[in-house]
Structures are given as C-alpha cells and as structure tokens.
C-alpha cells in the first residue's frame, strides 16, 4: 500500500496500473531493461567478470554512440516506458556525464538505474547532473576495500581506497541518487579478516545514507573469466564437470589458501545476517512475503522504480 500511494500520478497511457484486486506483481509499473550501448565494459579487466564473454563487439563504448543513444531511449519513453535499467557492463563517469547531458537536452521524463565501475573521478556535481537527467540509482561493483584482493582482481585503482570510496558514496548519494554495492566473498587468496573487514566498512558506510541496497555474493568460477582461465596464477584448479556447457565450475584451492577459503564461506551466512540486521533489513525479512520482497529491493534491477518514489518507504530501513 505505501508502494502504490507513493506512485506518480500518471503512469504511461499505454499500461493500466494494478488494482487491489490483481495478483501480485514484481513492480508497480514496468521496467525495460536496455543498453546504451551494445559493446563492451572499457575496464575489460576484472578477474572473475563474465560479462564481456557475452558480447561479440570487442570495442569499447564511445561518446559517438550517445546521440544514437538518446534516439532510442526516447523511442522507448513513447511507447509507454517510464523506468529503465540500462544494463550496460558499467558505464564510466565520463559516458555518464554526457548521456545525462544529452537526456536533459533532449527533455526526456525517464527515471533510470545503471552499473558503473567506481573511479576517483565520480563527485557530486556529476551525481546532481546524473540526478536532474532521471537517474535514481547507481550500481557499484565495489567487490572489496583490500587494496590487496582488488589489485589481485585487476580491479584497484590508486587513490580509491576504503575512505576516499566511501566519501564518493556519500557524495553521489547527497546528490539524490540511490545507490547499490555488490561486495564479493571468498575471491581466492581472500581471507576471513579482510571479509569482516569488507562488512564493517559497508556497514559504517551505508547507515547513514537513504535509499541504498547492496548484495553480498559468493565468488562462483565462470568459464570464460580471466581466473578460469589463467586459473593456476589465482591458485585453484577447476574441477571436472559430466555436462558439456556448464555456466559455473567447482574449484579445488592449493594447499596455502584452503583454510581461509573454508573460513569464510562458513562464516558467510552469519556476515550476511550481520548486515541485513545493522543495515534494518532484518526485521523486514521477518514479514509475510519479506523475503520475496528483499530479494526484488536488492538483486533484481527495480531501484529505478523503489528509488524513485518520493517518499520512499523504503529509503531507511532503520527508522521504517
């Protein structure tokens, strides 16, 4: 019921809202997923991403490719869709500036979500031009604040440390923009004291800022990845698996980074429901329907519509 009194008044003319007689549904108005570009991630580094396995255009985005770009979001507005995910690998702050500036020049009533690759250069000036083009939430791979486990990734960047992340954080989110953090456990070499550490940080970082998600993932070994395939530099060993196109494999670890490993996927659960309870989500998983509802808040691409609902109920959890 807070959902729907919180929606915008005109829904697009071609969708009929849900009445309370309806089924249940996954969201209150229609979410198009899309791209604002079809190639791949500029960073193309991470060791345990598969994303760009996925696409056959091996270039990376271009600022040429926005005008294009911006045709075929407003083609999309007229025919009825007002929230869009735009499920690019991760746009850079630069490809973000300009795609905001030319939704605004184009006058464009779009509320949207995208990923993007945290840089030094993210600040609040460009979260408010992000913010006035529609944006409602950004999604961050964050992964880890070791600057060790981020440079075996090949994903540090100097300067980025736990601090300086989180003040980007702080400042994108001052701007109005929701955001969301992916933290990834048990990435081999990673061990159980700086996994408690990545819990403490993300704790301490997201309670005071509104309308913020995150998810804690397992690592899980895709074919395909930088660590699959060099996987002895990493020092695992891929398991053999009976079917012929497996979208995962299981690992063995050598000797040295077995007890860590063990370490921390026991003690994930725990770390997990550490989160969810310092964070206020706890007591919502607790409510009928709750966990279905956490899972659509956090995992599944809907922050463009629960960010942007103003008020949004569920902004803060903890006072909720």
């Known amino acids: 019921p807070a959902l729907r009194a919180a929606l915008p008044p005109d829904p697009p003319a071609r969708w009929t809202p849900p009445s309370a007689d309806d089924a249940l549904t996954f969201a209150p108005e229609p979410i198009l997923w899309t791209r604002a570009s079809p190639r791949r991630c500029y960073w193309n580094r991470c060791a345990f991403c598969v994303q760009n396995v996925k696409l056959d255009d091996p270039r990376t985005p271009s600022i040429g490719e926005i005008p294009a770009a911006t045709l075929r979001l ?50 609040r000036a460009l979260g408010e031009v992000v913010h006035t083009a529609g944006c409602r939430e950004l999604l961050f791979g964050v992964e880890t604040v070791s600057p060790r486990s981020l440079r075996v990734m090949d994903k540090w960047v100097d300067g980025l440390d736990a601090v300086r992340t989180t003040e980007i954080l702080h400042e994108l989110n001052a701007a109005g923009l929701g ?24 704790i301490a970082t997201l309670r005071p800022m509104r309308s913020t998600t995150y998810t804690l993932n397992p ?51 725990r770390l997990a429901g550490r ?30 519509v629960l960010k942007a609902l103003d008020p949004n109920p569920f902004a803060n959890p903890l006072e909720t």
């Not at 969810?276 to 463009?304: F, K, N, R, V």
Request: negative net charge; aromatic residues 8%.
């Open 179 to 202: 955001i969301h953090v992916n933290l990834l456990a048990g990435f081999p070499g990673a061990t159980l004291e700086e996994t408690v550490a990545d819990v403490d940080w993300a």
């Open 74 to 123: 407003r083609a999309q507005r007229e025919a009825g869709y007002r929230h869009l995910y735009l499920s690019d690998e991760a746009l850079s702050p630069h490809s973000l500036r300009e795609l905001a500036r030319s939704l605004l020049a184009s006058d464009l009533d779009l509320r949207w979500a995208c990923p993007c690759k945290l840089e030094i250069s993210f600040d």
């Open 219 to 269: 690592f899980v070994l895709y074919p395909g990845t930088p660590v699959f395939a060099q996987a002895e530099r990493f020092g695992i060993e891929p398991a053999a698996d009976d079917g012929d196109m497996p979208s995962s494999y299981a690992y063995r670890m050598e000797h040295a980074l077995v007890g860590e490993g063990l370490a921390i996927a026991e003690q994930l659960p």
């Open 275 to 304: 989160l969810a309870t310092a964070l206020g989500w706890a007591e919502i998983a607790q409510l009928p329907g709750g966990p279905d509802a956490l899972a659509l808040i956090h995992g599944s691409g809907h922050g463009c």
